[in-house]
């Protein structure tokens, strides 16, 4: 075999594509939907060398799909999924697009979650080694948040939060938090994270009795919301995939 061709499953060679996601590409190999070099193929890890085999899905050749990356303006109350079983309005409502196993084509996926009462920026591709690398643990990309709690900040509490907790087995801890600002009965946080642990902020915070009014996330490593309206996209620039790209280097 030439090691200048490598050869990879079939399901993961549609996701490096960025034709869909892998779990949708299996699905498509196993309903029959996928041929190479014209013949049927049922496995979804059958080796395939992607620069040489021709792919074709429904009978359309398929091609390298241009990369792209987007920045979303989340707003409260939309959950991060493609499909929702209880009809709720998902972020693909505000992308107008479907990532559906039958229009592979639209495909775009969140990189990373925001819960449905959280809001702010939400990243989107279809280049799933750039998002593995983005939601790698490993990376320890920082993730910053304004956040609105339902009391007052002073030192004291601030240095109990920054001091993390054990809850139901994991260990949770804010790389740093501070105040931004108060009003009369409650104060606004500024907290980043360098991990990624289910509802980690609001976790924490319940085991101090505080709840949380609001929670936007402001800014992911060097990528910032800024102004970007509530519901609306926009694509990364060229210096923030650069500064992404610095960052690992």
């Given amino acids: 075999m030439n090691s200048r061709h490598p050869r990879h499953g079939l399901a993961r060679v549609l996701s490096k594509l960025g034709v869909c996601s892998r779990s949708q590409a299996q699905a498509l190999v196993q309903a029959g939907r996928v041929r190479v070099n014209g013949r049927l193929v049922r496995d979804p890890e059958m080796p395939i060398d992607a620069a040489r085999d021709r792919i074709a899905v ?3 050749a ?3 799909r241009e990369k792209t990356y987007l920045a979303l303006n989340k707003p409260r109350g939309y959950v991060t999924t493609a499909r929702d079983e209880r009809g709720r309005e998902t972020v693909y409502d505000l992308l107008k697009l479907r990532a559906q196993a039958d229009a592979p084509a639209d495909w775009l996926a969140p990189v990373g ?3 449905k009462a959280s809001e702010g920026l ?3 591709t279809n280049d ?3 998002a593995a690398r983005l939601t790698d643990p490993a990376s320890h990309l920082d993730k910053t948040y304004h956040v609105q709690i339902d009391a007052l900040a002073d030192a004291e509490l601030l240095a109990r939060l920054g001091a993390g907790i054990d809850d139901a087995g994991e260990r949770l801890v804010l790389k740093s938090v501070r105040e931004l600002r108060r009003g009369n009965k409650n104060s606004w946080l500024e907290i980043v994270l360098d991990e990624g642990r289910n509802r980690q902020i609001r976790r924490v915070l319940a085991a101090f009795g ?3 009014l609001r929670l936007v996330r402001v800014a992911i490593g060097p ?4 102004d970007l309206a509530k519901g609306r996209t926009r694509v990364l ?3 923030e995939m650069q500064s992404l790209a610095d960052r690992r280097s």
Avoid at 223 to 226: E, K, P, S, V, Y
């Fill in 62 to 64: 398929v091609a390298a």
């Fill in 128 to 130: 799933s080694a750039w």
């Fill in 237 to 239: 620039t060229d210096v």
């Fill in 210 to 212: 505080i709840g949380v």
């Fill in 113 to 115: 979650r925001l819960d």
């Fill in 223 to 226: 990528i910032a919301l800024g």
């Fill in 58 to 60: 429904d009978g359309a």
């Fill in 122 to 124: 939400l990243l989107f």
